[in-house]
């Protein structure tokens, strides 16, 4: 004898069927399905370009031409965000093309800054724009931040290469002296061994000495100038950096230049016997010694290139995740999570709407059949078709775009089914509480808006203040986006807490939407 | 007040309490402040034909909504199979067809997926193509099984929904207006398929804007803003609206107004005497026209009036129903 099913599954077989068949015979529908999220994101991976806005940029000067050539000269320099359109100094006109979108930017230029800065306060460059839009009036913020800290930047570095300029000098006169007094050291050697050993036959010549001696005392004076207290800021930048960074390096003691004019002049007076040459020779090895030592420091300080003394810092990011994802790639997973979710509220939103305004409602009413069998038959095909499509388009993005699949495939048809399952749910709410077709559009609208905006989709959960964040759990998607990221794009397990909550948010909403078709199913 | 204005009505002579298959009592149901059914009481013998006959808008929707227990009432009794229709379980609902006024069926499916799926919300085993082949053939459509339904004429549409209804064999068959918008031949084909029904033992109830349908049923149903005026035979629905059987007589002379009154006054004469358009021919009203036809050609000889011919004269129902609006009362 020929078995057959309970007359249950008989019943839920019909929805399975009806259902499939009504998508199935709207082939351009499916195709939308497939191929619509598809080239959305191949153009947007075409498209987009991760690049920082270029601004078209006039700058105001007024009535300074010395400052106007600086700034031209600056501007056209100072990076690829900004395309340099010109100087002006009529700022009405100026206004005007910012007004029409010929410029994006008016910078202007205080003509008084030196003052200002005398006057121990910041010159201020103001920049006018016609942004609107929140994001890029930010950006705007950020990009006169950027620029100005450059513009500060290579001030510092002109004076920084000036300094450097002026420290090469004085080093070349820090090499004379070092000359003189390695002479001056021979002949007081000399004159010390006359003067301790009677009978040598060396000669001491004293005068010869005295006059290397002047020299020497003068060469020092000139060192003095040349180096001055550039020695002293040279010192203290030096040891700013070290203290900043930390640095346990133990550096010598510093010779003072006022020690070095201090041991010059304990040298004016030659003495008459040995030992007070002997005493001269000790203090001039000392000062040889701090010419060194102050000669080496002038070295280090014009070795480093002035932008690394002004910029000693700067930053390299570097993910530990095993891939970064370009950004088709990484919106990938939520492009098909958000359209996964609108086409299950979609389709399960206008399903019962349909059901009621076809008039089979009532058939149903008077058939033996109950809302748990319509409902589940309708949550199976829908699930069946959603699946069809998740795995075309999963296919699609990560064949045919290349976005990255580091985890597994089971772990996306369980979030997928997850999804789908919640999404449903809401979908039939929707539905039965929805007269019309246009009104459970109207509904799922809304829903999919709140996902763009709430979800993560593109703005991260972070960004958004806690309480509101019960709207963006209340979302299905928000789930996947999450769950498809960690599997796809890091190669991490599924975060089961997250999945359990998606499974019993699902189961919810399926009661709920049982509870109210019965309601509706049980008399009208 | 008439009788036929309290809206109650004697079952129909024939039937007895254990062949009854729906019994209303005082069925009232109210949208807001307006009733669409008042008062309803009526009864339906099991295997029977049940017209229920009323103008758009007279409550016969609402009636069948509340039989299959599709709205409750405010007041009064329904039994359906023996059972409150909002108390049916399943093995109930299984024995009732219905056949909604709109086409419920789905355009994106072909005939064959239409009937397949009613078929599978009725439970019924997979091995059904032979019922749904029969089905097909009854209702003409065997030809255009793989039809999507959206590209089927009326006519045909109501035909599948005919088919979908009769799916699983239903005892108990809810009709509303099955004729709606459909030629007359196709009508008529429709009538026959549900006499067929009939002989094969189902009960149908049958609505009706198509006064003259009345002919093809066992008991009829008149309905007029919301009231039920009276249920009767087809028969007995004509002599309820002109006070008894209508016989035309044509003579050679024309008949002078005292011969109109002398006939008025004839014992067997029930109701009013009328003139034709065509001079030489009454109407008249009698309580039994077998009886009256004789009557009368032995009052033309006594009056030496030549009868040239004298016949029973059928009213068509659109006149009979006219006649039984008449009588209903208005809100005031």
Same mark, same amino acid.
């Given at each position: ?87 002006? %100094? ?75 300029? %002026? ?72 040891? !700013? ?15 003072? @230049? ?134 075309? @388009? ?80 209340? @979302? ?23 999945? !359990? ?24 | ?62 009636? +069948? ?109 809810? $009709? ?27 009960? $149908? ?118 006649? $039984? +609006? ?7």
């Amino acid at each position: 004898m020929n078995r057959q099913p309970p007359r249950i599954v008989i019943r839920i077989s019909a929805f399975l069927r009806k259902e499939i068949f009504v998508v199935v015979r709207q082939p351009l529908l499916v195709l939308t399905l497939v191929l619509g999220p598809f080239l959305i994101l191949l153009f947007f991976g075409i498209g987009y370009r991760n690049e920082a806005r270029a601004l078209r940029t006039i700058v105001f000067v007024e009535g300074n031409q010395t400052l106007a050539e600086k700034i031209e000269e600056y501007a056209s320099t100072l990076g690829q965000q900004l395309i340099f359109i010109g100087i002006t %100094d009529d700022i009405d006109s100026a206004r005007e093309s910012l007004r029409q979108g010929e410029i994006d930017l008016i910078t202007v230029v205080p003509a008084d800054a030196y003052e200002t800065v005398q006057n121990n306060q910041q010159a201020i460059l103001q920049l006018y724009h016609h942004e609107i839009d929140p994001l890029q009036t930010d950006y705007i913020n950020v990009f006169g931040r950027v620029y100005v800290n450059e513009i500060n930047r290579r001030i510092l570095r002109f004076v920084t290469s000036a300094g450097q300029a %002026d420290i090469s000098q004085a080093q070349e006169r820090l090499e004379t002296a070092q000359t003189s007094a390695s002479a001056l050291q021979g002949l007081l050697e000399r004159c010390a061994q006359v003067l301790d050993e009677p009978g040598n036959e060396a000669s001491c010549d004293s005068e010869a000495a005295q006059a290397r001696l002047k020299d020497l005392d003068h060469q020092i004076d000139q060192v003095d100038i040349a180096v001055g207290d550039r020695l002293n800021i040279n010192d203290t930048i030096l040891q !700013a950096l070290n203290d900043t960074t930390g640095s346990e390096s133990v550096e010598p003691p510093r010779s003072r @230049l006022s020690d070095i004019v201090e041991n010059t002049n304990e040298l004016e007076q030659l003495g008459e016997t040995a030992d007070d040459y002997i005493a001269k020779l000790e203090i001039l090895a000392q000062l040889e010694v701090d010419l060194a030592n102050i000669k080496t420091r002038l070295d280090t300080f014009l070795d480093i290139d002035p932008r690394v003394l002004i910029s000693p810092f700067r930053s390299e990011a570097t993910s530990i995740a095993t891939i970064v994802p370009g950004v088709a790639g990484f919106f990938a997973p939520s492009v098909v999570a958000l359209l996964l979710q609108h086409l299950a509220i979609t389709f399960a939103g206008l399903s019962m709407v349909r059901e009621r305004q076809l008039g089979a409602m009532e058939l149903f009413y008077v058939s033996p059949l109950s809302a748990f069998e319509a409902l589940v038959g309708k949550y199976l095909s829908y699930l069946l078709f959603g699946g069809v499509l998740a795995i075309v @388009l999963f296919l699609l993005v990560v064949f045919g775009l290349g976005t990255p699949m580091l985890g597994s495939w089971f772990s996306v048809a369980i979030i997928t089914l997850g999804l789908l399952l919640t999404s449903l749910g809401i979908g039939f709410l929707i539905s039965l509480v929805s007269d019309t077709d246009i009104q459970a559009v109207q509904y799922a609208m809304i829903v999919l808006l709140t996902s763009v905006f709430f979800s993560g989709f593109f703005l991260s959960l972070e960004t958004l203040w806690e309480p509101v964040r019960v709207i963006s759990w209340a @979302l299905p998607v928000t789930y996947a986006i999450l769950l498809y990221r960690d599997v796809m794009l890091r190669g991490d397990p599924m975060q089961l807490l997250l999945l !359990a909550w998606l499974f019993a948010f699902g189961s919810v909403l399926f009661v709920g939407a049982w509870l109210l078709l019965r309601r509706s199913m049980a008399h009208s | 007040m008439s009788e036929a204005a309290s809206s109650t009505m004697a079952k129909p002579a024939t039937t007895t309490a254990a062949e009854i298959i729906i019994k209303v009592e005082g069925l009232t149901v109210q949208f807001g402040q307006e009733a669409a059914v008042q008062g309803v009481t009526f009864e339906i013998p099991r295997g029977s034909i049940f017209g229920f006959i009323g103008p758009s808008g007279s409550g016969k929707t609402t009636t +069948v909504r509340l039989l299959t227990g599709f709205y409750r009432p405010n007041a009064g009794r329904v039994t359906v199979l023996g059972l409150p229709p909002t108390e049916f379980k399943q093995d109930t609902r299984a024995k009732i067809g219905y056949m909604p006024q709109l086409f419920a069926l789905y355009p994106e499916l072909t005939v064959w997926e239409n009937l397949n799926f009613a078929a599978s919300i009725y439970g019924m085993s997979f091995d059904r193509e032979e019922r749904l082949n029969q089905l097909l053939a009854f209702v003409q459509l065997t030809e255009h099984k793989s039809k999507l339904a959206r590209n089927l004429s009326g006519g045909m549409q109501r035909r599948l929904s005919l088919a979908a209804t009769l799916v699983h064999d239903p005892e108990l068959i809810f $009709l509303d207006e099955p004729t709606a918008g459909i030629d007359p031949v196709l009508r008529r084909r429709l009538w026959d398929h549900f006499k067929e029904l009939q002989q094969a033992g189902s009960t $149908l109830f049958v609505t009706t804007q198509y006064v003259g349908e009345a002919a093809y049923c066992d008991y009829v149903g008149v309905m007029a803003m919301g009231r039920l005026l009276m249920v009767e035979t087809p028969e007995g629905l004509r002599q309820h609206a002109f006070g008894g059987e209508v016989v035309d007589l044509h003579t050679e002379e024309r008949l002078t107004y005292k011969d109109l009154k002398t006939l008025s006054k004839l014992p067997f004469v029930t109701g009013k005497v009328t003139r034709l358009n065509d001079n030489n021919g009454i109407r008249l009203i009698v309580d039994k026209a077998s009886t009256a036809i004789p009557a009368l050609l032995e009052w033309c000889q006594h009056e030496y009036a030549t009868a040239k011919s004298i016949e029973e004269y059928l009213p068509p129902f659109d006149d009979v129903f006219v006649e $039984l +609006v008449k009588e209903v009362p208005t809100d005031e």
